[in-house]
Protein backbone atom coordinates (compact mmCIF):
# COMPACT_ATOMS: atom_id res chain seq x y z
CA UNK A 1 0.00 0.00 0.00
CA UNK A 2 1.78 3.14 -1.11
CA UNK A 3 -0.28 5.58 0.19
CA UNK A 4 -0.44 3.71 3.69
CA UNK A 5 0.38 6.19 6.71
CA UNK A 6 4.03 6.02 8.16
CA UNK A 7 4.98 6.23 12.25
CA UNK A 8 8.08 6.40 13.47
CA UNK A 9 8.71 4.99 16.73
CA UNK A 10 11.72 5.47 18.60
CA UNK A 11 13.68 3.34 20.90
CA UNK A 12 10.97 0.24 19.24
CA UNK A 13 13.43 -3.07 18.62
CA UNK A 14 12.06 -4.23 22.08
CA UNK A 15 9.62 -4.15 24.82
CA UNK A 16 7.07 -1.65 24.84
CA UNK A 17 8.29 0.08 21.73
CA UNK A 18 7.90 -3.06 19.67
CA UNK A 19 4.42 -3.84 20.59
CA UNK A 20 3.59 -0.05 19.91
CA UNK A 21 5.25 -0.85 16.18
CA UNK A 22 3.00 -3.73 15.76
CA UNK A 23 -0.07 -2.41 16.58
CA UNK A 24 0.68 0.40 13.81
CA UNK A 25 1.28 -2.11 11.94
CA UNK A 26 -1.72 -4.22 12.41
CA UNK A 27 -3.79 -0.99 11.72
CA UNK A 28 -2.16 -1.11 8.18
CA UNK A 29 0.46 2.01 8.98
CA UNK A 30 4.24 1.76 7.12
CA UNK A 31 6.37 1.09 10.37
CA UNK A 32 9.98 2.75 10.75
CA UNK A 33 11.43 1.24 13.60
CA UNK A 34 14.19 3.29 15.69
CA UNK A 35 16.80 1.88 17.68
CA UNK A 36 20.62 2.45 19.38
CA UNK A 37 22.15 -1.03 20.17
CA UNK A 38 19.41 -3.82 19.39
CA UNK A 39 20.26 -3.95 15.83
CA UNK A 40 19.66 -7.42 16.03
CA UNK A 41 15.98 -7.24 17.35
CA UNK A 42 14.87 -4.62 14.76
CA UNK A 43 16.12 -5.93 11.79
CA UNK A 44 14.37 -9.42 13.23
CA UNK A 45 10.98 -7.58 13.39
CA UNK A 46 11.47 -5.73 10.53
CA UNK A 47 11.84 -8.74 8.35
CA UNK A 48 9.00 -10.55 10.42
CA UNK A 49 6.46 -7.36 9.30
CA UNK A 50 7.51 -7.22 5.55
CA UNK A 51 6.93 -11.08 5.37
CA UNK A 52 3.09 -10.44 6.21
CA UNK A 53 3.19 -7.22 4.05
CA UNK A 54 5.68 -6.46 1.73
CA UNK A 55 7.46 -3.29 2.26
CA UNK A 56 5.70 -1.93 4.96
CA UNK A 57 8.78 -1.75 7.68
CA UNK A 58 12.09 -0.69 7.75
CA UNK A 59 14.67 0.03 10.55
CA UNK A 60 17.12 3.27 11.23
CA UNK A 61 19.93 3.04 14.03
CA UNK A 62 20.90 6.55 16.02
CA UNK A 63 22.16 7.42 19.20
CA UNK A 64 20.49 9.99 21.44
CA UNK A 65 23.88 11.29 22.88
CA UNK A 66 25.03 12.26 19.56
CA UNK A 67 22.88 15.23 18.36
CA UNK A 68 23.82 14.67 14.11
CA UNK A 69 22.58 11.82 14.98
CA UNK A 70 19.39 12.69 16.04
CA UNK A 71 19.68 14.90 13.00
CA UNK A 72 20.64 12.32 10.51
CA UNK A 73 17.39 10.02 11.85
CA UNK A 74 14.96 12.55 11.26
CA UNK A 75 16.17 12.97 7.61
CA UNK A 76 16.56 9.37 7.07
CA UNK A 77 13.08 8.78 8.10
CA UNK A 78 11.39 11.13 6.20
CA UNK A 79 13.53 9.50 2.91
CA UNK A 80 12.58 5.72 4.32
CA UNK A 81 8.64 6.12 2.81
CA UNK A 82 8.18 9.74 1.56
CA UNK A 83 5.83 10.76 4.20
CA UNK A 84 5.58 10.95 7.89
CA UNK A 85 2.28 10.85 9.99
CA UNK A 86 2.88 10.37 13.68
CA UNK A 87 5.99 10.60 15.83
CA UNK A 88 6.04 7.92 18.80
CA UNK A 89 8.60 9.28 21.37
CA UNK A 90 9.44 5.80 23.29
CA UNK A 91 13.19 5.73 23.74
CA UNK A 92 14.32 6.13 27.28
CA UNK A 93 17.40 5.16 29.48
CA UNK A 94 16.46 4.51 33.20
CA UNK A 95 18.55 4.02 35.96
CA UNK A 96 18.92 4.79 39.58
CA UNK A 97 21.03 8.33 40.52
CA UNK A 98 21.89 8.74 43.67
CA UNK A 99 21.29 12.55 44.99
CA UNK A 100 24.81 14.03 46.00
CA UNK A 101 26.62 11.69 43.28
CA UNK A 102 24.77 12.41 39.95
CA UNK A 103 27.43 13.06 37.40
CA UNK A 104 26.94 15.29 34.30
CA UNK A 105 27.33 12.61 31.97
CA UNK A 106 24.53 10.80 33.45
CA UNK A 107 22.40 13.80 33.39
CA UNK A 108 23.19 14.31 30.21
CA UNK A 109 22.34 10.78 29.05
CA UNK A 110 19.03 10.76 30.86
CA UNK A 111 17.55 14.05 29.23
CA UNK A 112 19.27 12.82 26.06
CA UNK A 113 17.03 9.71 25.16
CA UNK A 114 14.39 10.99 27.75
CA UNK A 115 13.69 14.72 26.42
CA UNK A 116 16.34 16.36 24.18
CA UNK A 117 15.24 13.52 21.64
CA UNK A 118 11.88 14.03 21.50
CA UNK A 119 12.04 17.96 21.06
CA UNK A 120 14.43 17.76 18.00
CA UNK A 121 12.71 15.10 16.73
CA UNK A 122 9.47 16.92 16.33
CA UNK A 123 11.18 20.30 15.44
CA UNK A 124 12.80 18.24 12.49
CA UNK A 125 9.59 16.48 11.75
CA UNK A 126 6.81 18.73 12.72
CA UNK A 127 6.56 20.56 9.42
CA UNK A 128 5.89 16.96 7.29
CA UNK A 129 3.83 15.31 9.50
CA UNK A 130 1.86 18.93 9.72
CA UNK A 131 1.31 18.60 6.14
CA UNK A 132 -0.09 15.01 6.41
CA UNK A 133 -2.19 16.34 9.76
CA UNK A 134 -0.83 13.91 11.37
CA UNK A 135 0.21 13.48 15.58
CA UNK A 136 3.07 13.35 18.26
CA UNK A 137 2.97 10.93 21.27
CA UNK A 138 5.30 11.34 23.87
CA UNK A 139 5.70 8.30 25.72
CA UNK A 140 6.36 9.74 29.84
CA UNK A 141 5.71 8.13 33.05
CA UNK A 142 3.39 8.45 35.99
CA UNK A 143 6.39 9.27 38.01
CA UNK A 144 7.13 12.49 35.91
CA UNK A 145 4.35 14.04 38.33
CA UNK A 146 5.36 11.83 41.36
CA UNK A 147 9.03 11.79 41.56
CA UNK A 148 10.90 8.40 42.14
CA UNK A 149 12.96 7.89 45.10
CA UNK A 150 16.59 7.67 43.87
CA UNK A 151 15.97 7.97 40.29
CA UNK A 152 15.45 12.47 40.05
CA UNK A 153 17.10 12.93 36.66
CA UNK A 154 14.91 10.25 35.37
CA UNK A 155 12.08 11.55 36.81
CA UNK A 156 13.15 15.14 36.06
CA UNK A 157 13.77 14.11 32.40
CA UNK A 158 10.09 12.41 31.83
CA UNK A 159 8.66 15.84 33.96
CA UNK A 160 10.15 17.83 30.96
CA UNK A 161 8.59 15.36 28.37
CA UNK A 162 5.51 16.30 30.14
CA UNK A 163 6.15 19.68 29.37
CA UNK A 164 7.51 19.53 25.95
CA UNK A 165 4.00 17.45 24.93
CA UNK A 166 2.38 20.86 26.29
CA UNK A 167 4.36 23.70 25.01
CA UNK A 168 4.70 21.86 21.43
CA UNK A 169 0.63 20.85 21.52
CA UNK A 170 0.09 24.88 21.33
CA UNK A 171 3.20 25.47 19.06
CA UNK A 172 2.17 22.61 16.58
CA UNK A 173 -1.51 23.42 16.71
CA UNK A 174 -3.99 23.07 14.52
CA UNK A 175 -1.95 20.82 11.97
CA UNK A 176 -0.62 18.36 14.67
CA UNK A 177 -2.05 17.03 17.60
CA UNK A 178 0.63 16.26 20.52
CA UNK A 179 -0.33 14.15 23.68
CA UNK A 180 1.27 11.47 25.91
CA UNK A 181 0.62 8.63 27.65
CA UNK A 182 1.84 7.80 31.42
CA UNK A 183 2.38 4.64 32.03
CA UNK A 184 2.48 2.48 35.40
CA UNK A 185 3.79 -0.32 36.17
CA UNK A 186 4.18 -2.47 32.65
CA UNK A 187 7.89 -4.31 32.61
CA UNK A 188 10.03 -4.53 34.86
CA UNK A 189 13.46 -2.75 34.21
CA UNK A 190 15.32 -5.75 32.40
CA UNK A 191 17.69 -5.75 34.48
CA UNK A 192 15.75 -6.54 37.50
CA UNK A 193 13.61 -8.96 35.41
CA UNK A 194 14.43 -12.13 36.95
CA UNK A 195 16.23 -11.52 40.27
CA UNK A 196 15.67 -13.70 42.89
CA UNK A 197 17.38 -11.11 45.74
CA UNK A 198 14.90 -10.65 48.38
CA UNK A 199 14.70 -6.80 48.31
CA UNK A 200 13.84 -6.79 44.68
CA UNK A 201 11.01 -9.35 45.05
CA UNK A 202 9.91 -7.14 47.98
CA UNK A 203 10.39 -4.20 46.37
CA UNK A 204 7.64 -5.22 43.59
CA UNK A 205 5.56 -6.67 45.91
CA UNK A 206 5.22 -3.22 47.63
CA UNK A 207 4.55 -1.73 44.40
CA UNK A 208 2.07 -4.68 42.98
CA UNK A 209 0.21 -3.82 46.63
CA UNK A 210 -0.13 -0.24 45.43
CA UNK A 211 -1.55 -0.94 42.07
CA UNK A 212 -5.55 -0.49 42.52
CA UNK A 213 -6.19 -3.08 39.57
CA UNK A 214 -3.88 -5.55 40.99
CA UNK A 215 -1.98 -6.29 38.31
CA UNK A 216 0.62 -4.61 36.00
CA UNK A 217 -0.37 -3.75 33.15
CA UNK A 218 0.65 -5.35 29.57
CA UNK A 219 2.77 -3.63 26.52
CA UNK A 220 -0.48 -3.89 24.83
CA UNK A 221 -1.97 -1.48 26.91
CA UNK A 222 -0.14 0.99 26.42
CA UNK A 223 0.50 0.15 22.69
CA UNK A 224 -3.35 0.66 22.48
CA UNK A 225 -3.77 4.30 24.18
CA UNK A 226 -0.60 4.95 22.16
CA UNK A 227 -2.76 4.09 18.72
CA UNK A 228 -5.72 5.97 20.11
CA UNK A 229 -4.16 9.38 20.76
CA UNK A 230 -2.30 9.44 17.48
CA UNK A 231 -5.85 8.29 15.36
CA UNK A 232 -8.66 8.17 17.01
CA UNK A 233 -8.98 11.35 19.17
CA UNK A 234 -9.36 13.97 16.44
CA UNK A 235 -10.26 16.55 19.56
CA UNK A 236 -7.52 15.88 21.96
CA UNK A 237 -3.96 17.83 22.05
CA UNK A 238 -2.01 18.48 24.99
CA UNK A 239 -3.27 16.02 26.95
CA UNK A 240 -0.91 13.24 29.25
CA UNK A 241 -3.30 9.91 29.91
CA UNK A 242 -2.43 7.19 33.08
CA UNK A 243 -2.44 4.07 32.26
CA UNK A 244 -1.55 3.02 35.33
CA UNK A 245 -3.96 0.51 37.07
CA UNK A 246 -4.78 3.82 39.49
CA UNK A 247 -1.22 3.67 40.71
CA UNK A 248 -1.24 7.31 40.66
CA UNK A 249 -4.21 7.22 43.11
CA UNK A 250 -2.97 4.87 45.77
N1 LIG B 1 8.60 -0.55 31.48
C1 LIG B 1 7.73 0.09 32.23
O1 LIG B 1 7.04 -0.51 33.09
C2 LIG B 1 7.54 1.59 32.08
C3 LIG B 1 6.94 2.31 33.11
C4 LIG B 1 6.78 3.69 32.95
C5 LIG B 1 7.20 4.32 31.79
N2 LIG B 1 7.78 3.58 30.81
C6 LIG B 1 8.21 4.27 29.59
O2 LIG B 1 7.74 3.54 28.47
C7 LIG B 1 8.72 3.58 27.41
C8 LIG B 1 9.08 2.16 27.01
O3 LIG B 1 9.48 1.43 28.17
P1 LIG B 1 10.46 0.16 28.05
O4 LIG B 1 10.62 -0.36 29.42
O5 LIG B 1 9.98 -0.71 26.96
O6 LIG B 1 11.79 0.92 27.57
P2 LIG B 1 13.30 0.39 27.63
O7 LIG B 1 13.31 -1.03 27.21
O8 LIG B 1 13.91 0.72 28.95
O9 LIG B 1 13.99 1.36 26.55
C9 LIG B 1 13.50 1.48 25.23
C10 LIG B 1 14.64 1.69 24.27
O10 LIG B 1 15.21 2.99 24.40
C11 LIG B 1 16.40 2.98 23.65
N3 LIG B 1 17.40 3.94 24.13
C12 LIG B 1 17.90 4.09 25.37
N4 LIG B 1 18.85 5.05 25.37
C13 LIG B 1 18.96 5.50 24.09
C14 LIG B 1 19.78 6.46 23.45
N5 LIG B 1 20.73 7.15 24.10
N6 LIG B 1 19.61 6.66 22.12
C15 LIG B 1 18.68 5.97 21.42
N7 LIG B 1 17.88 5.04 21.98
C16 LIG B 1 18.02 4.81 23.30
C17 LIG B 1 16.97 1.54 23.76
O11 LIG B 1 17.22 1.06 22.43
P3 LIG B 1 18.31 -0.12 22.13
O12 LIG B 1 17.84 -1.32 22.90
O13 LIG B 1 18.20 -0.29 20.66
O14 LIG B 1 19.64 0.40 22.59
C18 LIG B 1 15.82 0.76 24.45
O15 LIG B 1 15.57 -0.50 23.86
C19 LIG B 1 9.90 4.38 27.95
O16 LIG B 1 9.78 5.72 27.54
C20 LIG B 1 9.73 4.28 29.47
O17 LIG B 1 10.28 5.38 30.15
C21 LIG B 1 7.97 2.23 30.93
Redesign the pocket.
Known sequence: MADAKVVLV??A?????ACIVETFHRHTYRVIVH????AVAAKALVDTLNEQRPHSAACIG????NNAEVEQLAGAALRCFGRLDVLVN?????YATNFGEVTQSQWD?LH???LRAAFFLAQSLGEEIASQRGAIVN?I?THADRPLKNYPIYSIAKAGLQAITRSLAVELAPEVRVNGIA?????WP?LLQDSEDPSVLEARERVLRNIPLGALGKKQD?ADAVYFLANDADYVTGQVIRVDGGRSLA
Open positions: TGARRIGYRQSSDFNNASSFDNSNVDPGAILEI
